[in-house]
């Protein structure tokens, strides 16, 4: 859905209290990208992703993600 804003619709809504999150898929010679985290001392992988900002669609943020999370234009 290009140029939807989930983060505004909700905030009409009143109920900016969720957060929308996003992530993508990277796929290279059968490779899928992955971004380390840890947390208390423990390691784990996700997808580069994270949340959509207010007034961002969700494509715009996932483009930001990719970013900053592993420095890539997408």
Excluded: C, W
């Amino acid at each position: 859905m290009a140029g939807y804003s989930p983060v505004r619709h909700l905030e009409g809504d009143k109920m900016n209290n969720i957060r929308i999150r996003v992530a993508g898929i990277l796929l290279k010679d059968d490779q899928i990208l992955l971004v380390r985290h840890e947390k208390n001392g423990k390691s784990y992988f996700l997808l580069p992703g994270g949340g959509v900002e207010y007034g961002e669609t969700v494509e715009q943020g996932l483009i930001r993600e990719f970013q900053e999370e592993v420095g890539l234009d997408i």
